[in-house]
């Protein structure tokens, strides 16, 4: 079993050694440096600390975390259902299984790089205080979130694999990009309250009220210790993939050219 994950995780490394792909792969790691460049070197006054910490969040832990994780993982099964290879995965042991965690981890594995590159260029070109700091808290947020991320999207692409990217947009606008802004106990329910309160706690950003965190702030983070927020989203993924790979087993998917109508 670990042999065949293996083989497919290598299998997509090298296909995705092409100079598409790797063009895409620059774009995630530049898009970052160029706005926080634009930014730094177009404002008369230097931007506060806690504003590129907000910055450097919103660009990499969630939009190059979330975007490439969101193109990657997501057509992992709808991919070989369109190249008709899908019957001939089933038919080996776990052939399935494999597939599903061999193109996750290589998801994974592919996003990370251009986000601590982009992270790395992004931070001393802000020029901040605590670099190091801001640097060392985004590259554990990236770290968190694209395991996360990338099992969200691997498992809505296995319920619906032929609108997989379509449920996968609307879960990121509904819940990722607008529930996660309701101050109520449902944003609790998303990746981005935990990695909002790792981030206010790692970086001890304070705001206006008492004692730095008002109400309406604690709406949106929690009071909760980070060592729980960290646990929720190293625990998430492991149970989000053996539900995705229960329903693969579960279902039988058609490459037949009829189901596409």
């Known amino acids: 079993m670990m042999g065949n994950v293996a083989a497919v995780f ?12 790797m063009m895409w792969w620059g774009v995630l790691a530049a898009f970052p440096v160029f706005i926080v460049g634009v930014i730094r070197f177009t404002t008369y006054q230097i931007p506060p600390r806690e504003f590129w910490a907000g910055m450097l969040y919103a660009l990499i832990p969630m939009l190059v975390s979330m975007l490439g994780m969101l193109l990657w993982a997501t057509p992992a099964i709808s991919a070989e259902l369109e190249r008709r290879s899908w019957v001939y995965l089933t038919v080996r042991p776990n052939g399935g299984t494999a597939v599903l965690l061999g ?13 601590l590159i982009g992270l790395s260029i992004a931070v001393p070109l802000a020029d ?17 979130s694209c395991p996360a991320y990338g099992a969200v999207y691997l498992l809505l692409g296995t319920l ?4 997989a990217l379509v449920l996968a947009v609307a879960y990121t606008l509904i819940f990722e990009l607008i529930v996660a802004l309701v101050p109520a106990v449902i944003n609790k329910l998303t990746i981005q309250y935990r990695l909002r309160a790792l ?8 705001f206006p009220g008492p004692g730095g965190r008002p109400s309406g702030v604690l709406a ?4 909760d210790p980070a060592w729980q927020h960290v646990m929720t989203l190293l625990l998430l993924p492991p149970v989000l993939l053996l539900i995705a790979v229960a329903i693969l087993r579960w279902s039988e998917f058609s490459t037949s050219a009829e189901s596409d109508v």
């Open 128 to 144: 901040t205080s605590d670099g190091w700091r801001l640097w060392w808290t985004m590259a554990r947020l990236v770290c968190l």
């Open 220 to 223: 949106l983070i929690g009071d």
């Open 103 to 115: 193109k996750y981890l290589a998801a994974v594995t592919w996003v990370i790089p251009p986000a």
């Open 10 to 21: 290598l299998f997509e490394w090298k296909r995705a050694l092409t100079l598409p792909r």
């Open 199 to 206: 981030l206010v706690e790692w970086c001890d950003l304070s």
């Open 160 to 163: 619906l694999p032929r609108r």
